[in-house]
């Protein structure tokens, strides 16, 4: 049996204006300019506190352990039900039927907290989708570290796993985890597709269902 793992914002849902609402109520609340949609979509990737780090940087807040802790829980409690803008990238929906309908085992992992993660999987409809869920949180590290890529493969049974994201954390963490990896190329990444390793990329989810079945015929 094939498993293929998701990453989540940048890879299946576009969550950077919900993130960039959360984060305009914590500045607002601080007298302060909100952030831009690109300096979100910048800043998203290794999880909610690296996050609340750069806004800090971005707007020149002083970065002491004890104000990050206090604007994070901020962030977190207002995170957890930021839902309402997340948008599907085309294609997205009838891909994942798709690869459902054909037996492959779907898994998800993302750096995204675990309670805002299941709130967007219910609000978008997933919940019944994925066979197994890893989110921030769920363990003691995050990606790029590949623990959460291994943890949720071996939840799916194990057995050969191609890893979908969108970003360099996504590529780090595939090439930690000695995963294969489909680099989506429409998501958050900063860097030149070129230098990002990768197997397969592909700018419409129109295509993945081809580069699975490429996979699983590989020996």
């Known amino acids: 049996m094939v498993n293929i793992v998701f990453d989540l914002d940048g890879t299946l849902i576009d969550s950077a204006p919900d993130i960039q609402s959360v984060a305009a109520t914590i500045l607002g609340g601080l007298g302060m300019a909100a952030l831009t949609l690109e300096e979100t979509r910048n800043f998203i990737g290794e999880g909610a506190s690296v996050f609340v780090r750069r806004m800090m940087a971005a707007r020149g807040i002083d970065d002491t352990p004890q104000r990050h802790a206090a ?3 901020k962030f977190l409690a207002e995170y957890e039900f930021a ?3 997340a948008v599907f990238y085309p294609g997205v929906l009838d ?20 309670v805002p993660a299941r709130a967007v ?10 066979d197994a ?3 921030g949180g769920m363990l003691d590290s995050r ?5 959460m890529l291994l943890h949720t493969i071996a939840h799916l049974g194990g057995g050969p796993t191609l890893y979908v994201g969108d970003s360099e954390i996504d590529a780090e963490t595939a090439r930690r985890a000695v995963v294969p990896f489909a680099l989506y190329t429409q998501g958050y990444r900063k860097s030149p597709v070129s230098e990002l390793p ?4 592909f700018d419409n989810f ?3 269902e081809g580069i699975v079945a490429a996979f699983a015929r590989t020996p």
């Open 206 to 208: 129109a295509a993945l």
């Open 143 to 147: 990606k790029p570290d590949p623990a």
């Open 133 to 135: 869920v890893t989110a």
């Open 71 to 73: 604007l994070l829980e």
């Open 83 to 85: 839902v309402d803008k």
């Open 121 to 130: 999987l219910r609000h978008m409809g997933l919940t019944s989708t994925f």
């Open 95 to 114: 891909a994942l039927a798709a690869l459902k309908d054909a037996g492959y085992r779907l898994g998800l992992c993302t750096n995204k907290p675990e």
């Open 198 to 201: 990768h197997d397969w990329r």
